[in-house]
């Protein structure tokens, strides 16, 4: 048998997809549910390369759309750069939305386009991370946060024991899950 051929389809996935058979027990309501969440994912993806952008390239942002433009402008304003690896391990590496570091001040800036509130658990592990990287103490250093969301931004002192405490559960599960490789664990 000649199997059609489907190259445009290679490293995309069907909203009704086989490997994600569980819409075959969904309500038309659900569906539509699902649905709206997979294309609000997708804006939200837009909007932070937009936003990347923009930062990269020193754009500011008009008032139109208020979170955009907080996010953007702060983080041209404090010189911060935008989706930035942050690296432990293979284990533990994350992409920090914006983040600067002028030696003495760490500051990290999350964007969320979604309607779900957001914590500051994300930019804490973030934070720890990049301590872990360059080797530096949250307490030597002072780290300010700021999730962007719902057309206002909120701001946290980053707490050097929290960050400490993270820190240190990050170097423990990562020689944890090194030692289950190493013993082929799965």
């Known amino acids: 048998m000649n199997f059609n051929q489907h190259p445009k389809l290679h ?6 997809s086989p490997s994600q058979y569980h819409w075959v027990n969904y ?5 539509e549910a699902r649905f709206f969440a997979s294309e609000q994912a997708a804006r939200g993806t837009a909007l932070h390369a937009l936003a990347h ?7 500011q942002i008009s008032n139109k759309n208020k979170t955009i433009a907080l996010y953007v402008n702060d983080a041209i304003k404090f010189n911060m ?20 570091f002028d030696g003495k001040k ?9 309607i779900t509130p957001a914590k500051e658990t994300q930019l804490e592990v973030y934070a720890a991370i ?7 103490s949250p307490f030597d250093i002072v780290v300010e946060m ?15 024991e929290v960050i400490a405490r993270i820190m240190d559960t990050i170097v423990e599960f990562d020689a944890r899950i090194e030692f289950m490789k190493e ?4």
Do not use: M, V, W
């Open 53 to 59: 952008n923009a930062i990269k390239l020193r754009i």
């Open 11 to 16: 490293n995309r996935h069907s909203f009704l």
């Open 81 to 100: 750069e935008s989706e930035l690896y942050l690296y432990y391990s293979d284990n533990c590496f994350g992409q920090a939305d914006a983040i600067g």
């Open 146 to 160: 700021r999730i962007y969301q719902n057309e206002e931004k909120r701001i946290f002192d980053g707490d050097p």
């Open 27 to 31: 309500t038309p309501q659900k569906l």
């Open 183 to 186: 013993r082929g664990i799965q």
């Open 106 to 114: 760490l500051r990290i800036h999350d964007l969320k386009t979604g």
């Open 130 to 136: 990049f301590c872990l990287e360059y080797g530096i």
